[in-house]
Structures are given as structure tokens and as C-alpha cells.
């Protein structure tokens, strides 16, 4: 059930709004129920990020350029609402600048008008006081309570809608660059139904975001409904299922380009899906159009200088997934083997120079739902994971070096369509499960489910980076970003995902007193790897001067991107 807090703030006065990254309702909403200001005024737009702190003053023509009103008023009433886990912001609006009017919050389609209602409450004098000693005892409950699994709902979110289309984004796949931490997301839309032009559904673009502030930087144009891509030879290259085309784009001047992927005969190749990087630097291209297009030579490598195609590979079947192994053979997993729908997936283990296969590997699932691989993942352990699209609820890993199956991970909860699949830090493995809408996070040991991640909407491809899981919502206009392992927030002392005056004396007390704290690397506000006395001064000043905010990972959870002796461990460990 909603809970509102309720606050008095005096003229001239600063109201500093904790959103933490893991209270037990973490989305934050804003009404004004008396007084003057917008919410635009508070801060709160559309690209807030979990764990942001929004420093309100009463009419703060100053900071937001909005007219202040009701400027005569002295002791204005804010009311706020923390909505359950899941729940997204839909939009910004600001609220009217009538002295005494009931303020309309941030609505999410799912949301109840519980708001009015309460403000109506909270107006009546006669109701005030007792109402805000009931909040305010639930309020620091939920600040004292036990917090929840730190990473099972989203911490942000990346916007991927892109201005002035007339389609959706629904992003399909996501990479990021771990040298620079830019990241880049394929930005597809929807199928076309057959006969119909694809630029009335699908999307063409490709965006660059900071997987540190995860703004948005850049976007590219490519062909209709991009899917796989790759970084290779200090550029982006991009398949596009509707068009028989390789496109790389420069990221030096952001330039595209695209290069015709056609068969032996000269015979366009369809519905390009799969790529890889070879020892040599050529560019292996899969497609996962089965001889659709009258054609089985489904997968090619091409120079990346010439753009000249040096190889052509006749495999029967759809193929979405490639990787170049290290005993110099192509691992290609195949979906409908033979163009036969009721065929089970197999392994293929091909020699690049002749083309021929050398192993193969049937996997034994349900062939009623037209199965087939849709993602690879080598472990680095002599290892690699395979998921099935449809006919499956397993996770299989296989033996590269006796080019068998080594486990099998049955999934929680039956869904049969695993879209992706990444392996974390923690020798563990993360797969999307799309219809489920859910990542689950499993041991690569035991096969034990460690932790489920919420709030998706058909999830499909994943990367991980720098302490975060980025997954690509096909059902939504949005990258999620969850916390991955080992994550903390900077500032963070106490480890409780709660900054506050608390944090800043803890860290005293340790410097001076050798009190023990929670997270040594959270209090290394500068991010220089010593903890010192400029570290809980900036901490203050940030907190109440407006001060440098901490450095990365920060306003979001993530991992120390830097090598230091400081560990997110007790202080006597």
C-alpha cells in the first residue's frame, strides 16, 4: 500500500530528498499540496536515476527559471509518495501555482489516483497531526528496516526512445566498450508483417551512451531492424535483418557504410544475424534465414579493409550465434538444421579454412516449438553456454575440448524462450528470460539460482560493465540497468543504500577514532584510493554546499573502475 511522508518547510529553507537505491518502495513521487513551485522545480524529470538526490527550495524561480508563487506563504506543506518496486515514471508535469490547490503527481499508467486522496487528508487541519505522526513512525521504519536483495529491481534506466520517430525504439541488443565504458545499443522496433514496408515499424538506429552516467551521446543511422554487433578494428559493425548488408560505422566521425553479403552465385544473403571477430581480424557474418533466400552458404567472413568476401560456409539452417575458439575452429550453433523444423538444434565445430565440420552436437529438447540457439557464450574455462529460443527451459554448457555436454542448468519457472546469456565476475551466469520478464542470476558450480532481477519487459540481449547488467527491453523504450556483482554506491559508508549525515561522521570515526565501517572503497569519495580527511569533507560539502557529488560508481550502484587496497568489506576483515 502507499505511504506518504509528510514534511514542513519553512521559507528559504532546503529540502534534501533522499532516494535511496534499495528501500523496499523505491520510486519516489512529488505533489505539492500547499504553497508555491513545480515539480520541474523539484527536480523531478523524466531522467531521474534511482539513488539521485534532489535539492528543493520553496519557489525556486533562481535554479529552474519558473516564476515562483504564492511567494507570501511561510509554511508550505510537500507531500511524498513512495509507489512499490517496478512502477516507472511515465512522464514530468508540473503542478498549478494556485495557493492551497491539490497537486497532480508523476503518473505511471498502473498507478491508482491515490494522491488527491491523501492530499485532501492531509489539508484537513483536524486530520494533520494525526496523519503525520503515522507517517512519520512508517517512514523511519522503512529507514530501519532490513533492506531487500540489492539488485533485484532496477537501479536506472536508459531512454532509447529517439526524437521525432514514429515507431518505438524497443531496443534489441547492447554491448559496451569495458576500455572507454561507451556503450551502444541496437534500436530496432518492431517486425514488419510480411508485405508490409519495414520503415512502418522498425527502427534504423544505433545509440552511444556513457555506461557511467548512461547519457546518451550519439545515434547512427543503419539498416531496418538492427540486431547483432561488434567492435572490431576501432569501429561498429551492425547487421540489420531486412537488409542483405554488413554496416560499420566509424566511431571516429560517426560516418556509416554498408557492405553487400551475398553467396558464391552473387545471390543476396538474408536476414543477417551472427558475427565474430577472427584471429586475423576478418569479420564472420551468420544469417539466420535457414535458404530462405534459396541459399544455404549462411555464413561468410569478409575482409575488413577490402570488404571483400573471403570465405563462403554452407550450413543448413538458422544461425544467430558464432565464436572463434582457441583451438582455431568455429563453434556455430544451428537452429532447424536441414531447413527441417522438426530437427533438434545441433553444434557445429568447423574448420574456417575448409569449411568442413569437424564435430557436431545435437541438443535434446522439445522439437514442437520450433527450437533454435539464440545465444553463446564462451566461460573462458574451457567452457561455453548455450540458450534456446523456445522448445527449452535449460541452459546448456558444454565441454569445448570433449565437444560435449558438461551440465545442464534447468532454469526456474518453465519458460521456454532464453534470449541471453553473459557470465559475471562472480563465476556465475545471468540469462534473460523473455516471456518471464525476469533475469536470473544462477551458479555456475551448483546450478544453484542465486537471485532473480524484476522489472522487464521481454528482455533480450544483456552486457555486463562496470558493476552494472544492461539489459535491452524489447516490450519498453528503455536499456534497464541493474546492480551486478559486487556492487556499492560511492558514499554509501554505512552500505545501508542510504547517503546521509550519518556516512560523512561514520568515515570520521574511522579516520580518527578506528571505528570499523561497512565499505572502505564507498568511502573513498575521490575515487584517488586513499582514505583521508578530503574524503568526508567533500562528502559534507556535497551533501550541504552544493559541493563535487562523489565519484564513480555514483548517483548509481557499480564496481571501483579504479585498482586500489580498498575493498567493499567490513573494515575488520
Known amino acids: 500500500m502507499p505511504t506518504a511522508a509528510h514534511f514542513n518547510v519553512a521559507d528559504g529553507a532546503e529540502l534534501v530528498i533522499w532516494h535511496p537505491i534499495n528501500w523496499h518502495l523505491p520510486s519516489m513521487y512529488l ?71 491539490s497537486q497532480e503527481p508523476f503518473r505511471s499508467e498502473q498507478r491508482r489516483p491515490v494522491l488527491p486522496r491523501l492530499n485532501q487528508r492531509f489539508l484537513a487541519p483536524a486530520t494533520r497531526v494525526r496523519w503525520l505522526s503515522r507517517c512519520s513512525v512508517l517512514f523511519v521504519w522503512l529507514l ?52 508490409d514496408p519495414a520503415e512502418k515499424f522498425s527502427n534504423n538506429k544505433v545509440i552511444e551512451f556513457d555506461a557511467r552516467t548512461l547519457n546518451v551521446l550519439r545515434v547512427f543511422t543503419v539498416g531496418y531492424f538492427p540486431t547483432e554487433m561488434i567492435l572490431a578494428h576501432g569501429d561498429l559493425w551492425v547487421t540489420c535483418s531486412t537488409a542483405s548488408l554488413l554496416f560499420r560505422i566509424d566511431l571516429d566521425d560517426g560516418s556509416s557504410e554498408s557492405i553487400p553479403l551475398c553467396d558464391s552465385t552473387g545471390a543476396p544473403i538474408s536476414f543477417p544475424s551472427g558475427l565474430e571477430l577472427g584471429p586475423d581480424g576478418e569479420i564472420y557474418v551468420a544469417s539466420n534465414g535457414g535458404s530462405f533466400d534459396g541459399s544455404d552458404e549462411n555464413l561468410v567472413s569478409i ?33 532447424f538444421p536441414g531447413d527441417d523444423f522438426t530437427a533438434a538444434p545441433v553444434l557445429y565445430w568447423i574448420d574456417p579454412q575448409s569449411g568442413e565440420v569437424l564435430s557436431e552436437l545435437q541438443l535434446d529438447v522439445d522439437t514442437s516449438d520450433f527450437p ?38 534447468a532454469i526456474p519457472g518453465g519458460d521456454t524462450v532464453q534470449t541471453s546469456v553473459v557470465v559475471d565476475t562472480d563465476y556465475s551466469f545471468i540469462v534473460s528470460e523473455f516471456f518471464s520478464n525476469r533475469l536470473s542470476r544462477i551458479d555456475l ?34 536499456i534497464s540497468v541493474h546492480a551486478g556483482s559486487g556492487s556499492f554506491l560511492r558514499g554509501d559508508v554505512h552500505f545501508d543504500q542510504i547517503i546521509d549525515l550519518a556516512d560523512p561522521i561514520a568515515l570520521l570515526s574511522y579516520l580518527f577514532f578506528g571505528l570499523e565501517i561497512s565499505c572502505l572503497d564507498a568511502g573513498d569519495i575521490s575515487d584517488d584510493g586513499v582514505l583521508d580527511i578530503g574524503d568526508p569533507v567533500q562528502l559534507l560539502t556535497y551533501l550541504f554546499s552544493g559541493g563535487p557529488a562523489p565519484a564513480y560508481p555514483f548517483p548509481v550502484v557499480g564496481i571501483d573502475m579504479t585498482d586500489d587496497a580498498l575493498d567493499c568489506w567490513r573494515a575488520d576483515e
Not at 164 to 176: C, F, K, Q, R, T
Not at 311 to 335: K, M, N, Q, W
Not at 450 to 478: K, Y
Open 31 to 101: 505533489t505539492v499540496s500547499e504553497g508555491c513551485a513545480s515539480l520541474a522545480a523539484a527536480g523531478m524529470t523524466r531522467e531521474d536515476r534511482v539513488g539521485s538526490v534532489v535539492k528543493f527550495h520553496r519557489g525556486a524561480a533562481a535554479v529552474t527559471g519558473d516564476e515562483p508563487c504564492n511567494p507570501d506563504h511561510s509554511g508550505s506543506h510537500y507531500s511524498f509518495l513512495w509507489e512499490g518496486a517496478g512502477r516507472e515514471r511515465s512522464g514530468s508535469q508540473k503542478t498549478s501555482c494556485q495557493p492551497g490547490s
Open 144 to 195: 530501519l528496516s532490513p533492506s531487500v536483495n540489492l539488485a533485484q529491481s532496477p537501479v536506472a534506466a536508459i531512454d532509447t526512445a529517439i526524437a521525432g520517430s514514429l515507431v518505438d525504439s524497443h531496443p534489441y541488443s547492447v554491448i559496451i566498450d569495458e576500455v572507454t565504458m561507451l556503450g551502444y545499443a541496437t534500436i530496432c522496433g518492431d517486425v514488419a508483417p510480411f508485405g
Open 303 to 335: 575482409d575488413p579493409v577490402s570488404h571483400q568476401i573471403l570465405h563462403h560456409y554452407s550450413i543448413s539452417g538458422g544461425i544467430s550465434a558464432i565464436a572463434y575458439l582457441e583451438d582455431d575452429t568455429l563453434l556455430v550453433p544451428v537452429g
Open 372 to 409: 533454435a540457439p539464440s545465444d553463446l557464450e564462451i566461460v573462458g574455462d574451457g567452457t561455453a553456454l548455450v540458450t534456446i529460443f523456445g522448445g527449452s527451459s535449460d541452459v546448456y554448457r558444454v565441454d569445448l575440448s570433449t565437444r560435449s555436454i558438461d551440465s545442464i542448468y
Open 445 to 478: 558450480v551448483s546450478g544453484e539460482l542465486l537471485q532473480t532481477f524484476e522489472g522487464g519487459n521481454l528482455p533480450n540481449r544483456i552486457a555486463v560493465a562496470g558493476g552494472r547488467i544492461f539489459t535491452c527491453q524489447q516490450g519498453a523504450e528503455v
